[in-house]
């Protein structure tokens, strides 16, 4: 995010009416919604399952007024609500829709056909940042997802930044990224976009497995890989990182309902060499889990009620909300899903972990967001315990729109927000978050000292947005890791250069390879800092790494924001010129 995005934004009269127009659709939603949107289920259609009060099902029998009416109602009451307690997943049988959905904070728009073109939006699908008077650097926490758009003027808008995924969206028009002001996103995969993809303002952007009729715009750091229609490789003028082919993924599992009206979840096969998307030629591969299969939580569900369902082999399905966790859940066996609706969040008991996952085979964590408590927790979510060793290329652990906040709702306090010690783990789309704005925000407030550590061998990320941690953002020991894009703001807030020292070195690198490792690359890496508390504040360098062979980064950019607010000395080692109020952007194609 710039730091234009923490200046508070004049409240102009749209503002106002909108606040008004949100409290009382507040009231409105308190009162009317019970349950499903839908019409009671039609003759031959299965029941649907309980899904909780803020999953709203909309069925093409509905009337366009009524589905717009609700849509708006949650759309007044989300647009504003940053840090709010309200998640909603708004869910769309296979069927035409002539609708117009604005999303906002913390909702998910999710059409249930097996393809996305089962689920037709004859209108928009779209993220706006009025409320911000354009500036969509704080447009976070919402999605879109397998559904097809056709807008009627030709083109729609994607105007977010971090942990707003337009995922499995078949769009027949353009698509803009921003509203005009600055933007700081932001990740596309698994779609099809068949007009230009209009970048803007976008300060970088992650497209994965696609296809796009054009793309237009650059700023910093725009990364694509296995997408038809990206841009020629060409950092950095403009800085545009094309590598041809994804090396191993998983798409993220989604609910759908089958021919019969039974909800079900699809859970994408494993693609190596992979470009495009996972579902145009014909029916996706992959497995489809009956919804009985899963224990359906909903806020306030007992942890271990939880567990002895995970252990009896069943997966497990979190409805929107916030689940305030009295303990840990673990993830024991293989295969299991675990899948968010809504966005919703995991708040881990005191001094406890929120999610556990065994060494075992083939576990996929999706949609959720771990929101730190007041207790400090060690670390809020665990791939594999230490030492972990187990081979699971064949059949590896995958995490899908996987969000970690420290601070901003609460004062929330965590040393490592993301642990990762299994081997072979693929980590699609993740920010880890230690808050710079919102409640509960200060350096020995929402002390958290890392986003991510990486022990495992073999670990791949793609989409890696880690920020504003005290030491380094990203640790990473393990062998062979990948990353495919990184975005990287420092902590904004160290009150003196004392405060923020690495032993003998002014501050931390925002990636670290260990002296010990081997083999790493990474491609597309953007490193930011702006100490506003402390501008003559010094980090020497925005990644850090081992001078061998097989360690190897492409295509990296420092920023300093602001103009200049604070200085990185260098971009790798020692290697890159310095980022300062004199000279703000600093691009080095390769290392070594």
């Known amino acids: 995010m710039s730091d234009s995005a923490r200046r508070t934004p004049p409240v102009s009269r749209r503002a106002l009416l909108a606040g008004a127009a949100a409290t009382g659709a507040a009231a409105a939603l308190g009162a009317a919604t019970t349950g499903s949107a839908s019409a009671a289920p039609r003759a031959g259609r ?18 366009a007024e009524s589905i717009q009416a609700k849509l708006d109602e949650v759309f007044a009451q989300q647009e504003r609500d940053q840090f709010g307690s309200s998640r909603y997943a708004l869910l769309f049988l296979p069927g035409s829709y002539q609708v117009d959905a604005n999303i906002g904070f913390n909702t998910q728009i999710l059409g249930l056909g097996l393809s996305p073109d089962d689920v037709t939006i004859n209108g928009t699908v779209h993220a706006e940042a009025d409320w911000f008077d354009g500036n969509a650097t704080q447009n976070f926490w919402r999605v879109a997802e397998n559904l097809s758009v056709t807008p009627p003027s030709g083109g729609d808008r994607w105007a977010v930044s971090q942990a707003a995924p337009y995922r499995r969206v078949h769009l027949r028009g353009d698509l803009a990224l921003d509203d005009n002001g600055w933007a700081s996103g932001g990740f596309l995969a698994d779609s099809r976009i068949e007009g230009q993809v209009n970048s803007g303002t976008q300060q970088q952007w992650f497209t994965r497995n696609s296809g796009l009729g054009s793309w237009a715009g650059a700023n910093w750091n725009m990364v694509f890989l296995g997408t038809g229609g990206a841009p020629g490789d060409s950092f950095p003028e403009p800085p545009y990182t094309t590598v041809e082919r994804t090396p191993v993924i998983r798409e993220k ?17 494993l693609r190596t060499d992979a470009t495009g998307t996972s579902w145009e030629n014909g029916t996706p591969r992959g497995e489809s889990l009956p919804v009985e ?9 007992p942890v271990a009620e939880i567990n002895s369902a995970l252990a009896d082999g069943r997966h497990l399905l979190l409805t929107p909300g916030i689940h305030e966790l009295d303990g840990t859940i673990e993830v024991t066996r293989a295969d299991t899903v675990v899948l968010g609706l809504g966005l919703a969040t995991l708040t881990p008991a005191g001094g406890a972990a929120a999610l556990t996952v065994a060494d075992v085979d083939g576990v996929k964590i999706a949609g959720i967001l771990v929101d730190a408590n007041e207790q400090s927790s060690p670390v809020l979510l665990v791939v594999g315990p230490e030492g972990a060793d187990a081979d699971h290329a064949a059949n590896p652990t995958s995490l899908h729109d996987v969000f970690c906040r420290v601070g901003g709702r609460h004062a929330g306090r965590a040393d490592v927000s993301l642990a990762i010690n299994s081997n072979h783990v693929i980590c699609d789309h993740l920010w880890l978050w230690r808050g710079d704005h919102g409640e509960g925000i200060g350096w020995d407030t929402n002390p958290a000292k890392y986003g991510l550590i990486v022990n495992g061998d073999d670990v791949t990320c793609y989409g890696l947005f880690v920020e504003h941690y005290q030491d380094y953002q990203v640790y990473w020991n393990g062998e062979r890791g990948r990353t495919y894009f990184f975005q990287s703001e420092m902590p904004y807030d160290p009150p003196n250069q004392d405060a923020w020292m690495n032993r003998g070195t002014r501050g931390f690198a925002s990636y670290k390879v260990d002296d010990a490792v081997d083999d790493h690359q990474a491609f597309g890496l953007g490193v930011y800092c702006f100490f506003n508390v402390d501008p003559s504040v010094v980090s020497e360098r925005a990644i850090e790494a081992p001078q061998k062979e097989g360690v190897r980064f492409r295509h990296m950019v420092t920023i300093s924001l602001g103009g200049g607010t604070g200085t990185i000395n ?7 010129g310095a980022v300062t109020s004199g000279k703000t952007e600093e691009n080095l194609v390769s290392y070594p």
Do not use: C, K, W
């Open 46 to 63: 299965a029941a649907a399952p309980d899904l909780g009060p803020n999953a709203l099902v909309f069925d093409p029998s509905m009337s």
């Open 253 to 269: 599992p989604f609910l759908y309902v089958d021919e019969g009206g039974a909800y079900r979840v699809f859970v994408p096969a």
């Open 293 to 301: 299969d899963f224990l359906i939580a909903q806020p306030g569900t």
């Open 570 to 576: 260098h971009v790798v080692n020692d290697t890159g």
